[in-house]
C-alpha cells in the first residue's frame, strides 16, 4: 500500500515504491488507497449509510494534484525497472557465454572418453576372440587325447584279445568287472568291428605282405575270441535279466535290456523276454483257448453263440495279458515298440491260429453233411472269426502293438478262406435248396401215406404242393445272409460287387427253378384233368346225346379245382417275384455300380422264364374253361330258341345252359381276377371272351330260332355280355354287342331282313349264316332274298 508523505494541507502526502507492484497487484486497491483520506464520504457511500447525500464533485483540486503527483512517480518507478531490466540482461550475457564456453570444454572431454572407450572394446573383443581360438585349439586337443588314450585301452584290450585263441583269462579287469558291464559291453562291440572290418578288408583285397598276412591272422584270433566274450557277456546278461524278472525288478531288468541292447539292437533281449512268457510255455494254455471257444461235448456242431461268447472270452483274455505285459514292456525296454510288436505278432500266430485252426476246417471236394450244419456252419463260424478277430486287432492297435501292421497280419489268417469263398457260398446256398426240396417232398409223401390219396388224385389237392411266399422268404433270408456275409469280407468296391452279383444269381436261380416247378406242377393238374375229360368222352359230341354222370361231373370238378390251383400259383409266383424286386432294390441294387446291368439282365431272364410257364398253363386255363363252357352250352335243349307247342306265352328269361355258362364263369374266374394283374390280366381275358364269342357263334349255329327264340338268344346275348363287361376289354363288349345286333334275323319279318343286312355290313357274313336258321327259312322264301342281298 502507499505511504503518507509531508505536505501543505492542500496536498496529500503519497510516495509509490515498486514494492506496490509485487504480489497480487489490484488497480482499485491503489485507488482506494489514494482516495481514502480526501473522500471519506466515499467509504460511506460504499459502506451503504441511508439518508446521506454525496457532493456533486468533492475535493477536486486535491484528487487532480494526488493524480498528478502520482504519475510522476509512475514515471520514475517505470526508468528505475528499465534500468535494472537493463542491467539483468547483460548480467545474464556474460554468465550464458560463461557456460557456453564451458560446456564447449566438457563435450570434447566426453568426445575423448568415447573414443578411448570404443578403442577399449575393440581391444577387448580382439583379446576374447584370441582367447576363444585358444579354447577351441585346447578342447580338440584335449578331444584328440582322450581319442588317443582311448585308442590306446582299445590297441591293448584288441591285443588281449589277440593272445591266443580261446583265451579269455588274462583279460583286463574291465571285461571282469559286473559293475563296468555296460562300458565292457561298449569297448567289446566296437573291437569286434575294427576287427571284423580289418579281416573282410584283408581278405577282400590285394596280395599283402608279411606283416599285413600276420596282422590278418592276429585280427582273426581276436574276432573269434571278441565273439566268444561277446556271446558269454549276453548269456551273462540274459541271466541276470531272468533273474530280475523273476523278482519283478524293473530297474534291474532295464539296466540288463539297455546294455543288451548294444547286441544287435537288442533283438535277443527282446526274443528272449517274448519267448519267456508263460502263454507260449504252458501246453495247457492251448488246451484251456480250445475249451474255452469249443464245446467238447458237441465237437462236431457247434453252436455259433456259444463259438461267439467263448472266442470274445479268449479275446478279451489275451487283450488283458497283451495290456499287462505293455506296462512292463515300457518300463524295462528302451525301445518298447519293438518289443510290443514281436511280442503281439507272436500271441496272434501262435495263440489265434491254433484256435482258428480248430475252428476253421475248410470244405474238401467232399461237402459236409448237413446233420453236422453243412456249409452253412462253415461260413457262420468264418465269420464270426473274421469279425471278432478284426475287433480284436482293432483293440490290440489301441493298446499298442509298435509298428506291427496287425490289421494285415489278421487278415492273413483268413487268405485261405477267402481264396474260394464265393463258390462254398454259393455251393452252401445249393445245399439248402435241395433241402427244403427233399423237405418238401417228404413232407408230401408223409401227407400222401397218412390219407390214402392215390397219385390220380393228389394232383387236384392244392393244399400239397402249392407255391408258399414262406419258402421264397426263406430263400431270401438265406441269400440275405449271404451278402452280408460278402460285404464283410470285402472292402473293396469292386469285389463286393463281383460276389453281390453271384450269390443274387443263386436266389434268381432258386426262385425261378421253384416258381417254375410249382407252375408245371399247377400245369399236371390242369392236363391231368384233360386226359380225365377224353377218358370218360368229355366230348360236346358225346355230352350232347347223354345224361350228366357221376364220372363227368368228376371231370368238370377235377378241371374247376386244377383251374383254381393254377391260378394260385400265378398269383403267389406274381407276389413271389415282388418280394425279389424289391429285395433286389433294398439291398443288392445299392451294392452295384451304377452302370451295372447284369443282375438286371439276369433277373429279366428269370422273370421272362417264369413267365413262359406261365404262360403255358394260362393256355391250358384257357383251354379248360372252354371245355366246360362247351359241356355247359351242350345241355341247351333244341327248344329253348322255338315257339312252345302248348301255345304257352314265350320265356323271355336267360336259358338255363346261358345260366349255367355265366354262373360257372363267373365262379371260375374270380380266381383270375385276384391272381392276374395289369398286361397279363388284360391279355388272359381278352383271349377269353374272343374263344367265348367263336364258341358260342359255333354253338348256336346247331339250333333253329323262332322270332320268340330269337328274342330269348338276344337275352343269352344280353346275359353274356354284362358278364363280360367285367373283362374291360372294349373290343371284346363292340364283338358282344354286334351279336345282339346280329340275332334280329330272327326277329324281324322276311321284307326287312335286306336293309337290316344292309345296314351292318361288318357282320354281314355271319348274318347271312345266322339267316338260315330261322324256322321260316324255307316257306318265307327267305332263300332267295339272301341271293339278293349276295349278288
Not at 457532493?55 to 487532480?64: G, K, Y
Not at 520514475?76 to 548480467?91: A, F, G
Not at 525296454?333 to 476253421?360: G, H, N, W, Y
Not at 334275323?745 to 331282313?753: K, L, M, W
Amino acid at each position: 500500500m502507499p505511504s503518507p508523505k509531508s505536505s501543505d494541507s492542500t496536498a496529500l502526502p503519497f510516495t509509490l515504491s515498486l514494492e506496490d507492484f509485487k504480489g497480487d497487484f489490484s488497480f482499485d486497491g491503489l485507488f482506494e488507497s489514494l482516495v481514502e483520506e480526501l473522500l471519506p464520504e466515499f467509504q460511506e457511500e460504499e459502506s451503504g449509510s441511508p439518508g446521506a447525500e454525496a457532493p456533486m464533485f468533492p475535493a477536486v483540486d486535491e484528487l487532480l494534484m494526488l493524480f498528478t503527483d502520482s504519475c510522476k512517480e509512475l514515471v520514475d518507478l517505470h526508468r528505475q525497472v528499465d534500468t535494472r531490466l537493463r542491467n539483468l540482461k547483460e548480467e545474464v550475457a556474460a554468465y550464458d557465454a560463461a557456460d557456453r564456453k564451458a560446456l564447449a570444454k566438457v563435450e570434447k572431454v566426453v568426445d575423448g572418453l568415447f573414443n578411448n572407450f570404443a578403442r577399449l572394446d575393440s581391444r577387448i573383443s580382439t583379446v576374447g576372440q584370441t582367447a576363444a581360438r585358444i579354447g577351441d585349439q585346447l578342447q580338440s586337443a584335449e578331444s584328440q587325447r582322450e581319442t588317443a588314450n582311448r585308442t590306446i585301452e582299445h590297441i591293448k584290450y584288441l591285443m588281449e584279445f589277440n593272445s591266443s585263441p580261446g583265451d579269455l583269462i588274462g583279460l583286463s579287469p574291465l571285461f571282469s568287472d559286473d559293475s563296468r558291464v555296460a562300458e565292457a559291453a561298449s569297448v567289446a562291440l566296437k573291437l569286434r568291428s575294427y576287427a571284423e572290418e580289418d579281416v573282410s578288408r584283408h581278405g577282400a583285397g590285394a596280395p599283402l605282405g608279411d606283416g599285413d598276412a600276420n596282422a590278418s591272422s592276429g585280427l582273426e584270433v581276436a574276432v573269434a575270441n571278441l565273439q566268444d566274450y561277446c556271446n558269454e557277456l549276453e548269456n551273462r546278461l540274459l541271466s541276470r535279466f531272468d533273474a530280475a524278472s523273476q523278482r519283478q525288478d524293473l530297474p534291474a531288468m532295464a539296466q540288463c535290456a539297455k546294455i543288451l541292447s548294444q547286441f544287435n539292437r537288442g533283438t535277443s533281449a527282446m526274443q528272449h523276454y517274448v519267448g519267456s512268457r508263460p502263454m507260449f510255455i504252458d501246453v495247457e494254455v492251448m488246451n484251456t483257448d480250445i475249451k474255452l471257444v469249443l464245446d467238447e461235448q458237441d465237437s462236431q456242431t457247434p453252436g455259433t453263440s456259444n463259438i461267439a461268447d467263448g472266442l470274445s472270452s479268449l479275446y478279451k483274455e489275451i487283450t488283458g495279458t497283451i495290456r499287462y505285459e505293455a506296462e512292463t514292456v515300457i518300463a524295462v525296454f528302451p525301445s518298447p515298440d519293438d518289443v510290443m510288436s514281436i511280442f503281439v505278432q507272436r500271441v496272434l500266430e501262435q495263440r489265434v491260429t491254433a484256435i482258428l485252426d480248430k475252428l476253421l476246417v475248410r470244405p474238401s471236394l467232399n461237402i459236409p453233411p448237413i446233420q453236422y450244419g453243412g456249409l452253412l456252419q462253415y461260413l457262420r463260424i468264418l465269420a464270426l472269426t473274421y469279425g471278432k478277430t478284426q475287433e480284436l486287432a482293432k483293440e490290440l492297435r489301441s493298446v499298442g502293438c509298435g509298428n506291427l501292421d496287425v490289421e494285415g497280419l489278421t487278415e492273413s489268417f483268413f487268405l485261405p478262406h477267402k481264396d474260394d469263398y464265393v463258390e462254398i457260398e454259393q455251393a452252401s446256398l445249393e445245399q439248402l435248396y435241395q433241402l427244403k426240396m427233399e423237405e418238401l417232398r417228404a413232407e408230401v409223401q408223409q401227407q400222401s401215406e397218412s390219407t390214402g390219396i392215390i397219385k390220380s388224385k393228389e394232383a387236384f389237392d392244392s393244399s400239397k404242393k402249392q407255391i408258399s411266399i414262406t419258402i421264397i422268404k426263406e430263400f431270401v433270408h438265406w441269400n440275405e445272409e449271404a451278402i452280408s456275409r460278402c460285404t464283410l469280407f470285402s472292402s473293396q468296391p469292386a469285389m463286393v460287387a463281383a460276389n453281390v452279383r453271384s450269390v443274387f444269381t443263386c436266389l434268381l436261380d432258386q426262385v425261378s427253378q421253384y416258381l417254375i416247378e410249382g407252375l408245371e406242377h399247377a400245369r399236371e393238374s390242369l392236363t391231368e384233368a384233360a386226359a380225365l375229360r377224353d377218358r370218360i368222352g368229355a366230348s360236346v359230341k358225346r355230352w350232347a346225346t347223354a345224361e350228366p354222370t357221376s364220372a363227368v361231373e368228376a371231370a368238370s370238378a377235377a378241371g374247376e379245382s386244377s383251374f383254381r390251383c393254377f391260378m394260385i400259383a400265378v398269383q403267389q409266383s406274381g407276389n413271389s417275384l415282388a418280394i425279389v424286386h424289391q429285395y433286389f432294390s433294398n439291398a443288392i441294387s445299392p451294392l452295384l455300380p451304377v452302370h451295372g446291368s447284369n443282375s438286371c439282365e439276369e433277373m429279366t431272364t428269370a422273370v421272362s422264364s417264369i413267365e413262359a410257364a406261365a404262360h403255358k398253363g394260362l393256355l391250358q386255363c384257357l383251354d379248360t374253361v372252354m371245355a366246360e363252357v362247351e359241356r355247359l352250352s351242350s345241355e341247351q335243349r333244341p327248344t329253348d330258341y322255338r315257339a312252345p307247342d302248348d301255345g304257352t306265352a314265350p320265356d323271355h328269361r336267360p336259358t338255363d345252359a346261358c345260366i349255367r355258362v355265366v354262373s360257372y364263369l363267373s365262379r371260375v374266374l374270380e380266381g383270375a381276377f385276384n391272381a392276374l394283374e395289369g398286361l397279363n390280366k388284360q391279355s388272359f381275358l381278352t383271349e377269353l371272351g374272343n374263344r367265348l364269342h367263336k364258341g358260342l357263334l359255333t354253338h348256336w349255329q346247331k339250333f333253329i330260332f323262332s322270332p320268340s327264340g330269337g328274342l330269348r338268344l338276344k337275352r343269352d346275348i344280353t346275359e353274356y355280355g354284362e358278364f363280360i363287361r367285367r373283362f374291360n376289354a372294349p373290343s371284346i363288349d363292340e364283338k358282344f354287342e354286334s351279336l345282339g345286333t346280329m340275332a334280329n334275323v330272327f326277329i324281324v319279318a322276311p321284307e326287312s331282313i335286306a336293309s337290316l343286312v344292309e345296314g351292318t355290313p361288318n357282320m354281314q357274313k355271319d348274318a347271312l349264316k345266322f339267316i338260315q336258321l330261322r324256322d321260316d327259312y324255307k316257306t318265307a322264301k327267305i332263300a332267295a332274298i339272301v341271293n339278293s342281298i349276295t349278288s
